[in-house]
């Protein structure tokens, strides 16, 4: 959201002429988008009379929470379990590192980076809350990893098409691009191919996640009032 934010005011910086009145219209309606799905689970809460103890376990308990390990803790478990992510896919971390350096010494690159680089800086900072790192947090920086990784293959493609014109060339990024994900999954196919992996509705799965925290939050109900 606060990416959002910025990425609507820096389109508005850089047209000459700043049309303040648009841009306020344009981040209202992003900020009340983005409030929506947040704004109807505290209703559902509210209706289903469980609002305090979403709001203590979602809110007062994660304020708490996310106080309890220190700087030198976190640095240890960020070096941990950064290991331990990278070495599941190695292959697409090394095309996403590369992009990086890429858009450091390419000139051309680097004059599109405004979109990339804020990105990439809060979707770091995304993952460092609490300092607790945990496996499922990076999920929230593959959108910047995966960017980068087809920084590679976008150069690697441009590369081949000067060289050559012929089409068995110029498929060899496509080529390797498969390559590379067919190897990252191949360790954990087992994980793929499990029953409850299966891709459903995302209104079951919606569903299913709110009853669970509103059958949750009864049970604590009833046993702590």
Excluded at 128 to 133: D, I, K, N, Q, S
Excluded at 148 to 171: C, E, L, M, P, R
Excluded at 195 to 206: K, S
């Amino acid at each position: 959201m606060i990416f959002g934010l910025i990425w609507i005011l820096w389109s508005s910086v850089r047209i000459q002429k700043i049309i303040w009145i648009q841009t306020f219209k344009k981040l209202f309606t992003f900020t009340f988008a983005a409030a929506i799905p947040y704004l109807v689970t505290c209703i559902v809460m509210f209706v289903y009379g469980v609002f305090p103890e979403f709001w203590f376990w979602t809110v007062t308990y994660a304020l708490e929470y996310g106080k309890q390990l220190t700087l030198s803790e976190g640095l240890n478990t960020f070096s941990y379990q950064t290991k331990r992510i990278v070495s599941s896919a190695y292959l697409i971390w090394i095309m996403s590192a590369i992009g990086f350096i890429l858009l450091l010494v390419d000139k051309k690159l680097r004059a599109n980076s405004a979109f990339i680089v804020p990105l990439s800086i809060l979707s770091f900072l995304s993952i460092c809350l609490g300092l607790y790192f945990r496996p499922h947090y990076y999920v929230l920086i593959l959108p910047v990893v995966a960017m980068f990784a087809g920084i590679t293959i976008s150069i690697i493609q441009n590369y081949f098409n000067q060289k050559s014109s012929h089409v068995a060339i110029k498929i060899i990024p496509i080529i390797l691009t498969f390559l590379v994900i067919i190897y990252s999954i191949k360790s954990d196919l087992n994980i793929y191919l499990r029953a409850d992996t299966y891709i459903v509705p995302l209104y079951y799965l919606w569903c299913r996640t709110i009853c669970g925290i509103i059958a949750n939050c009864r049970i604590y109900k009833k046993e702590h009032y």
